[in-house]
């Protein structure tokens, strides 16, 4: 026994040194994303699909493209389980790979919160689309955050918008009632403060509904429900969670085209075993993800006919939450081209230079023409101000086997959405003693 | 050979209590210490640091908190997490509303929050015992989890319910590099590592350890249990909620009540079982099996150069996690701390054993 310990002393400190040595490692002409995913736990129903996409477009841009400019992008994949220390190590163990790792899409608003910090100090790019924190979309607050293409709170509003134009205006919207389903996590809260001033403003009830994680009992919460009948159901919820409150508002009979999921739960994974029962669910969309555009073609013809492909049974390629993973890599890779055209073409950028690319993004349609997101995605720029670029965003409408598009492209109300990105914003500066940055002196 | 007492006699009381009376162990911890204050923050990676080194010691610094409730005075605590998530938002609480109190103050007032907390959740343990308590002490875990999340005064009505904190510093000096950190923890659990080996040793550990082995004998032979148990919950709790506060402000700087939900309870009991109840160097046993065998799990597999998917990864590591705590549980009951005091035995008689 005393052997066998000593033995596994010694292999516990050889490894250890090498996992600490491997950190310094170098190479030229390549660009390192790190790859956080969760394929495992209570939210892996939507985290397969996602990493699948984020994957296999870095894989399609290596194999189609030869990488951007030449330039190969590297890449590593990471289990954090949707907890907050495995983030934090996967941050950790990767963010000084080849020579500093580009941009981290956590996949968690929890790691989020913790990586935000330590990236502050590392001066690593967190790139959050649809989710993270809503104030940042402010980048004079957080240099080093990109919540692009939209947060909970643009979603929240696009929401509430259709709803308006449901029951006919948003005059009409006075004495109704709206009821807010959430994970009971800093993700769920997340659109509280918007839909509040919406309720202010609109003159609605909001009820808010907390369910705790990971959202497999819901039974209380639906014969509330069922109590007090909103007019609308808003449901901010994630892998489990999802499938969980249809069927439970099926069980109580609460209509399910009164419903409206959150992107993270509109995607196919979360309604194809439920059927017709789920027929009429109402989700939302980041840009255009539930059409299907050349890129998909490319990533047949390039990566899955060459059996390259991450998904090897056939349920996620193509569904709503690859395609997403699909933009977020992207958004990624074109980080890098635009910073590779004010840094020099053909060469490997490190994550502060990769910052300016994230900050000087402009995909106009040529460009998205030209990467094959033509139809899934409207033109994109950001600036030192505006770390969001822009918030487009649909409704869809499952109709008990496929998704279709419902409504027309929405983009949030300013009205509503800059102020709180304001207050909070600088809330947190205050909080944080951070200095905001001056975008105008910065040109 | 090395190892050996021949020719240190001890000629007084004091000699003989201290707590390394061997000269080669004071030599080793001092060794030790030395390798822990200077060798590691010059020597170490910035990941052995933030991943390894700092997890390890808050963990096993909790670890030997909960040992005092649950190894020395033999009361089944479920609620650590719940005691860890009372001192991390107590201290944070008191920074942010209070500007300008030192770093230092806060974390020991997240403590002493953490203690009340724990007498208050101990009081129960008066009534009853065994499994029974510790599904009271599960009361404490599920109404932390509910009031962190449901009262928005804790968290500074914060939009989110996630709380992080400002840059810190403490004596004047910025606790913000990783090895600053890692210093600045290695602190406070050198301190109270001391400390409560000290107390585990003195009267008062006695009393616990006399509760534990049998309370009835105990309260005969003049033991109040009220004061031991209540005391063992105090000292407990506190070193708990140090552990809390230096998680939340050192390791996480950003944190939910999910960060210190049951499983960090379930955690931290597996890591004084396996590292060996009522044995504060269990305790550091515990926390580094904890904390290494899962990095050590995702990291072999790639420095083998084999390509494993992360999610068949990460159950294999589940499964091979689970097969070595049975396997060290049947192999050794005691943990990891008795294989420690086995082994020195058998060192002090080697090469000759009788």
């Known amino acids: ?443 | 050979m090395l190892y050996r007492e021949n020719g240190q006699f001890k000629s007084s009381y004091r000699a003989d209590q201290q707590i390394f009376p061997i000269r080669q162990d004071r030599w080793f911890v001092g060794g030790l210490l030395l390798a822990a204050f200077v060798a590691v923050p010059l020597l170490a990676s910035e990941y052995l640091l933030q991943a390894v080194l700092i997890p390890f010691l808050i963990l096993a610094l909790a670890a030997i908190g909960l040992n005092v409730l649950v190894g020395y005075c033999g009361q089944i605590s479920l609620g650590s997490g719940a005691f860890m998530a009372v001192g991390a938002y107590a201290a944070w609480n008191f920074g942010v509303r209070i500007p300008g109190l030192p770093l230092v103050a806060q974390i020991l007032l997240g403590g002493i929050f953490a203690t009340i907390a724990g007498v208050v959740f101990g009081i129960p343990s008066l009534r009853i015992r065994g499994l029974y308590l510790a599904v009271a002490t599960l009361a404490a875990q599920f109404f932390m989890d509910w009031a962190f999340l449901r009262i928005p005064y804790l968290t500074n009505y914060s939009s989110s319910g996630n709380v992080s904190v400002p840059p810190l510093a403490a004596f004047g000096l910025p606790v913000e590099t990783p090895a600053q950190k890692y210093f600045f923890v290695l602190c406070f659990v050198l301190v109270i590592g001391v400390l409560t080996k000290n107390l585990v040793r003195g009267a008062i550990g006695r009393q616990w350890m006399a509760i534990r082995d049998m309370d009835v004998a105990a309260a005969v032979i003049g033991i109040r249990p009220v004061y031991a148990k209540l005391t063992a919950f105090a000292v407990s709790s506190f070193i708990i909620g140090v552990a809390g506060a230096l998680w939340a402000y050192i390791h996480l700087g950003s944190w939910e009540p999910l960060a210190f939900d049951l499983n960090r309870s379930l955690q931290l009991l597996f890591i004084i079982i396996i590292g060996g109840l009522g044995s504060v160097i269990g305790s550091f046993f515990g926390a580094a099996f904890m904390v290494l065998v899962p990095i050590l799990l995702t990291n072999v597999p790639q420095l083998l150069g084999l390509e494993l998917p992360v999610d068949l990864a990460s159950h294999i590591d589940h499964m091979i996690f689970g097969f070595l705590i049975v396997f060290f549980l049947i192999a050794e009951p005691h943990g990891l701390a008795r294989l420690w005091s086995i082994a020195k035995e058998k060192l002090r008689i080697w090469p000759f054993p009788h």
């Open chain 1, 1 to 443: 026994m005393k052997h066998a310990l000593t033995r596994t002393a010694a292999v516990v400190l050889a490894v250890a040194g090498l996992v600490g040595a491997a950190g310094a490692a170098q190479a030229a002409e390549e660009d390192f994303i790190p790859l956080l995913v969760y394929r495992t736990g209570s939210f892996a129903p939507l985290g397969i699909p996602w990493a699948d996409g984020k994957l296999d477009y870095l894989k399609l841009v290596n194999a189609r493209d030869g990488g951007v400019n030449g330039v190969k992008i590297t890449y590593e994949e990471c289990e954090t389980a949707y907890s907050t220390d495995k983030g934090v190590e996967c941050y950790e163990r990767l963010k000084d790979k080849m020579g500093g790792a580009t941009g981290f899409d956590t996949q968690s608003t929890g790691i989020t919160f913790a990586v935000t910090d330590r990236a502050m100090v590392d001066g690593r790019p967190v790139v959050t689309v649809g989710y993270g924190l809503s104030q940042s979309a402010d980048g004079r607050v957080f240099k080093w955050n990109f919540p692009l293409l939209g947060t909970y709170w643009t979603a929240a509003d696009v929401m509430i918008q259709d709803i308006a134009k449901r029951v006919g205006g948003e005059d009409k919207l006075k004495g109704k009632k709206i009821a807010l389903v959430y994970h009971d996590s800093p993700f769920g809260k997340e659109p509280i403060p918007l839909l509040q001033e919406r309720a202010k403003a609109n003159g609605f009830d909001l009820q808010l509904y907390p369910v705790a994680a990971p959202g497999v009992e819901q039974k209380a919460t639906w014969l509330q429900i069922r109590k007090n009948r909103p007019d609308f159901v808003l449901l901010w919820s994630a892998g489990i969670m999802t499938p969980t409150a249809i069927r439970e508002a099926q069980g109580v009979g609460y209509p399910r085209d009164k419903m409206y999921g959150i992107w993270w739960a509109s995607s196919e994974t979360d309604v194809q075993d439920l059927g017709a029962a789920a027929k009429g669910y109402h989700g939302i969309t980041i840009q255009n993800s539930a059409e299907h555009g050349r890129v998909h073609e490319d990533m047949k013809k390039y990566v899955y006919d060459k059996g390259q492909g991450s998904d090897k049974d056939g349920k996620s390629f193509g569904s709503l939450a690859y395609t997403r993973g699909m933009m977020i890599s992207m958004l990624q890779v074109e980080a890098i081209r635009t910073a590779q055209e004010k840094y020099g073409k053909g060469k490997h950028m490190t994550p502060e230079q990769v910052r300016w690319g994230y900050e000087h993004l402009n995909l106009d349609e040529a460009r998205l023409e030209k990467l094959g997101f033509a139809k899934l995605m409207r033109p994109v720029k950001t600036s030192c101000e505006n770390h969001m670029g822009t918030d487009w965003a649909r409704i869809i409408e499952w109709d008990g086997k496929k998704f279709k598009v419902v409504s027309d492209w929405y983009q949030s109300n300013p009205k509503y959405v800059q102020p709180l990105v304001k207050s909070l914003g600088d809330k947190y500066a205050a909080e944080k003693k951070l200095s905001t940055r001056d975008c105008a002196a910065e040109g």
